[in-house]
C-alpha cells in the first residue's frame, strides 16, 4: 500500500488530486478536469481495467506503461481502491486512537 501510495503521489496527483476526485494541480492551470477514480465508472470497475488505464492511457489520458512498471502499476491499483474505500468512511467507524488524532487536528 506504501508503494501505491507514493507512486500514486508521482504519478497521478498532478491530474487525479491527492483524494483521486479529478482536481489535481491541472485544474488549477485552467485543464479540463481528469476523471474521478473515487466514484462512478472506476469504483465499479474490474482492477483489471484500472490497470489497463494506467497502462495503455484512457481519453485524455496518456499511456504510462513506459514509465510505470508493472508492479507498481498493481500497487496503484490497490491504493486507488483504498482512496475508493475512503470516501465513504466515517470517522466514527475509525479506531479510538485515530478518531482522537484527528480530532487533535481539528
Known amino acids: 500500500m506504501e508503494r501505491g501510495r507514493d507512486r500514486y503521489a ?7 488530486g491527492q483524494d483521486g476526485r479529478g482536481a ?12 474521478d477514480l473515487t466514484s462512478g465508472r472506476w ?5 483489471s481495467e484500472v490497470y ?5 492511457g484512457y481519453r485524455s489520458m496518456l499511456p504510462m506503461a513506459s514509465m510505470i512498471p508493472s508492479a ?16 465513504d468512511a466515517s470517522v466514527a467507524a475509525l479506531p479510538p486512537a485515530d478518531r482522537a488524532a484527528l480530532e487533535a487536528v481539528r
Open 10 to 16: 508521482i504519478y497521478c496527483t498532478p491530474c487525479h
Open 24 to 35: 489535481g494541480m491541472i485544474v488549477a492551470r485552467g485543464l479540463t478536469p481528469a476523471g
Open 43 to 47: 469504483r465499479a470497475a474490474p482492477a
Open 52 to 56: 489497463g488505464a494506467i497502462a495503455n
Open 72 to 87: 507498481d502499476r498493481w500497487a496503484i491499483v490497490a491504493y486507488v481502491r483504498a482512496l475508493q474505500l475512503s470516501r
